[in-house]
């Protein structure tokens, strides 16, 4: 804040600001810039400083408000950093304890300032959130260090051009992401008007991003020339992977499947975007099994950090090795998981969401539940998500699923909702009601009557106390721990930090918390399997078996054993 400015300080300080070299200059941050050899102009430049006889900076003797800062007190500036990170960094602790420091620094010495700042970095340093932030820092980066996998960079498949089937939503988020690493992009639609909006609708978010300085008109331009779009599935002849993005039905996209392999020679890597469905089934109904893989995007696709790269019974580890080397060149994270319904991310969804719908029935309001787990970090509580992403959409994977009838009865409520009409957001009500042209749910009378004459059929007493917010957040975050368990105990993840690294960036789980699992460890696990074992001796041993892997966690105070 002494070289630079209290504003420009505690916006970087705070908010993680970025300067440029060149902003990094003139804001007096550095004192010269080097086009050449660094070394060589860093030495001329001190030269130049000796032979000038220029004394040393006294930066501690500066003030923190400089020339420019002076419309505004150092108080009103720290209050706009302020607003701004509780909106942008909710739940953290650090920046906000910055903030202190540079206010009680605008008033010390250079010394003294410098001793608090000192005081309080070690302070925050040993504190859970750091390690949290550290722990996932590390799991996001040896996620793409698979076990057992050697394959030489040589000996990975060239991907460079992606043949893309379906250009809804989904697909156009996959080809913009693949267009923004600069990949040449083929995608095919089943008609011409299809395949026109999609192509509209990536040039519409190319322009929407040059509209707002992201692109130049050229980099626009140079993106869509390297996009093409056909209705036959002949196009994708001369693709490195063709990936499907259409309906999440198995008939329909094994029939996707035999289309594109009859188009492509045997080296073309077979790719499904699918969220739930057998990787495996699919491989199988192919050819080329070994030539298949996973790729499950997030939406929106150009924008979500997470690639969860699918892992089948027969994929050859080169191929495994492109679908890794593809997610770095997209900037995303990739993970890879096992096959199982759902993978990593959803499957443990489903294990959140029974929770908070069981809540629901037994007295806890969708309001309620979704600010508890607000108030514990998530972005948004699972109602409020769910109406977001639209209740067909889980409803649709349920009625493809053989579900026992206690499972069905658990989200009776939400499927009588999608059955009166009422699909969330796209509808104008779901679990809440919205306003037009808003999105801000809003409680609704009707819900609560559904949700009360649901309970009753179901014989479940709703006369007691609500669960209290306690009680919300271990349920639906528990579940998530109890499950992660399993599925790291079944090897459809290789390690804790895969699953923290899965819901960090794919699902919104605070950073500070690190992801389910180091959220567990951090918390205790001998804490967890016991209030595990509590919740199974009082409301059934069907939702809330510990996993094995727990139990064996809880013993020896870690989730993996040592090496």
């Not at 037994?362 to 108030?375: Q, T, W």
């Not at 819900?447 to 014989?459: F, M, N, S, W």
């Amino acid at each position: 804040p002494r070289l630079v400015g209290l504003a420009q300080a505690a916006s970087m300080i705070v908010l993680g600001t970025e300067l440029t070299g060149l902003e990094a200059h003139a804001a007096g941050l550095v004192d010269a810039l080097s086009c050449g050899d660094l070394t060589e102009q860093a030495l001329a430049f001190a030269q130049h400083l000796v032979a000038a006889d220029k004394p040393v900076r006294p930066t501690l003797a500066l003030p923190f408000l400089r020339d420019d800062d002076k419309d505004q007190s150092a108080s009103d500036i720290l209050a706009d950093v302020h607003n701004t990170a509780s909106k942008k960094l909710r739940g953290q602790e650090a920046p906000f304890i910055a903030l202190e420091v540079l206010a009680a620094g605008n008033k010390m010495d250079g010394a003294s300032a410098l001793a608090l700042e000192r005081e309080r970095f070690l302070d925050r340093k040993s504190s859970t959130q750091a390690k949290a932030m550290r722990h996932l820092f590390m799991a996001e980066r040896e996620a793409g260090r698979i076990p057992g996998l050697r394959v030489a960079k040589d000996a990975l498949p060239t991907l460079n051009r992606i043949g893309i089937v379906g250009a809804g939503t989904m697909g156009s988020g996959i080809a913009l992401a693949c267009l923004a690493a600069g990949l040449e992009v083929v995608i095919r639609e089943m008609t011409p008007d299809a395949l026109e909006a999609g192509i509209a609708r990536i040039r519409a978010t190319l322009d929407k991003d040059a509209a707002k300085g992201r692109l130049s008109p050229e980099d626009v331009e140079a993106r869509l020339a390297r996009l093409s779009g056909d209705t036959a599935f002949e196009a994708f002849g001369t693709c490195d992977l063709v990936l499907e993005a259409v309906f999440e039905t198995m008939a329909v996209k094994k029939e996707v499947f035999a289309a594109i392999e009859a188009a492509t020679p045997p080296a073309t890597i077979l790719a499904t975007n699918t969220s739930y469905l057998d990787v495996n089934e699919m491989a199988a109904a192919t050819g080329r099994p070994e030539r298949f893989l996973g790729l499950h995007f997030f939406s929106p696709a150009h924008i979500m950090k997470l690639l969860e790269i699918v892992r089948g019974d027969r994929t050859d580890p080169a191929v495994l090795g492109a679908g890794l080397a593809l997610a770095k060149r997209l900037g995303k994270v990739g993970v890879v998981s096992g096959v199982c319904h759902g993978f990593i991310g959803n499957r443990m969804l489903q294990a959140y969401m029974r929770q908070a719908n069981l809540l629901m029935l037994e007295g806890a309001r969708p309001a309620d539940i979704d600010a508890a787990l607000v108030g514990f970090g998530m972005p948004m509580g699972p109602f409020a998500m769910a109406d977001m992403a639209g209740l067909d959409i889980s409803y649709s994977v349920r009625k493809q699923q053989t579900l026992a009838p206690e499972v069905r009865a658990i989200y009776k409520v939400l499927d009588t909702l999608v059955e009166s009409g009422r699909k969330g957001q796209k509808t104008g009500a779901g679990v809440y009601r919205y306003e037009a042209g808003s999105r801000t749910p809003l409680p609704d009378p009707e819900v609560d009557d559904l949700i009360a004459r649901t309970a009753k059929e179901q014989g479940i007493d709703r006369a007691g106390a609500r669960p209290s917010p306690e009680e919300i957040v271990d349920r639906c975050i528990l579940a998530l721990v109890n499950e992660g368990a399993q599925i790291l105990d079944e090897g459809i993840a290789y390690r804790a930090g895969d699953i923290d690294t899965v819901y960090a960036n794919g699902y919104g789980f605070p950073r500070y918390h690190g992801g389910p699992m180091c959220y567990a460890s951090l918390r205790g696990l001998p804490d967890v399997l016991n209030r595990i074992t509590d919740f199974k001796q009082r409301l059934g041993a069907q939702w809330w078996e510990p996993a094995p892997l727990l139990v064996q966690a809880a013993e020896r105070g870690a989730w993996e054993a040592p090496a």
